[in-house]
T-cell receptor, first 116, second 113 residues
């Protein structure tokens, strides 16, 4: 099946710093990628839709200035958590469809962010 | 809202027992997808159901889509410890010009040997 990678797999940072998370589709192109956040023992909550060549679409309640998304190419989307605070500590997961937008979603392995 | 309701939130079974999780929506669904997330892992696609009344099987897993396309279920026969994880039903929502995959709350399955 299609492979999506994420880097880094985990990161620990100090409060106030920015963290960049990369999501790559390794063997297919993705004009759209999705970013989710998952708190412990909770479901995945969609944060934003990353669109190659245009601005990301953010879900209600997600601060676009805090969670910067850049879809630099057909295989790469990045999420930057700016001025991170402890409440931003979470598991961030990206996904991409291998074909049509409602096809199977392939998820990256996730990035565990801990903000001290 | 957009999210599908999923029950139970948590199920604890003995190995060999059966397990079922249910998904319900107040609106008709065009399709529904099921994913499994192992502890510490990421969601992995299991299946997509599209047709009214559809039933699909994958070894010990049986997936059903209701006749009215408002509910779905996942049944595991004779659970094994490898079945441990959280099972999510998900729906596609078209909003803001894009299709978005929205996750249900999930059912966390614990299997004791």
């Amino acid at each position: 099946g299609a492979v999506v990678s994420q880097h880094p797999s985990w990161v620990i940072c100090k409060s106030g710093t920015s963290v960049k998370i990369e999501c790559r589709s390794l063997d297919f192109q993705a004009t759209t990628m999705f970013w989710y956040r998952q708190f412990p023992k909770q479901s995945l909550m969609l944060m934003a839709t990353s669109n190659e060549g245009s601005k990301a679409t953010y879900e209600q309640g997600v601060e676009k200035d805090k969670f910067l998304i850049n879809h630099a190419s057909l295989t790469l989307s990045t999420l930057t958590v700016t001025s991170a605070h402890p409440e931003d500590s979470s598991f961030y997961i990206c996904s991409a469809p291998s074909g049509a937008s409602t096809d199977t979603q392939y998820f990256g392995p996730g990035t565990r962010l801990t903000v001290l | 809202g957009q999210q599908v309701m999923q029950i139970p939130q948590y199920q604890h079974v003995q190995e060999g027992e059966d397990f079922t999780t249910y998904c319900n929506s107040s609106t008709t669904l065009s399709n529904i997808q099921w994913y499994k997330q192992r502890p510490g892992g990421h969601p992995v696609f299991l299946i997509q159901l599209v047709k009214s009344g559809e039933v699909k099987k994958q070894k010990r897993l049986t997936f059903q889509f209701g006749e009215a396309k408002k509910n779905s279920s996942l049944h595991i026969t004779a659970t094994q410890t490898t079945d441990v994880g959280t099972y999510f039903c998900c729906r596609w929502v078209f909003s803001g010009g894009y299709n978005k995959l929205i996750f249900g709350a999930g059912t966390r399955l614990a299997v004791h040997p």
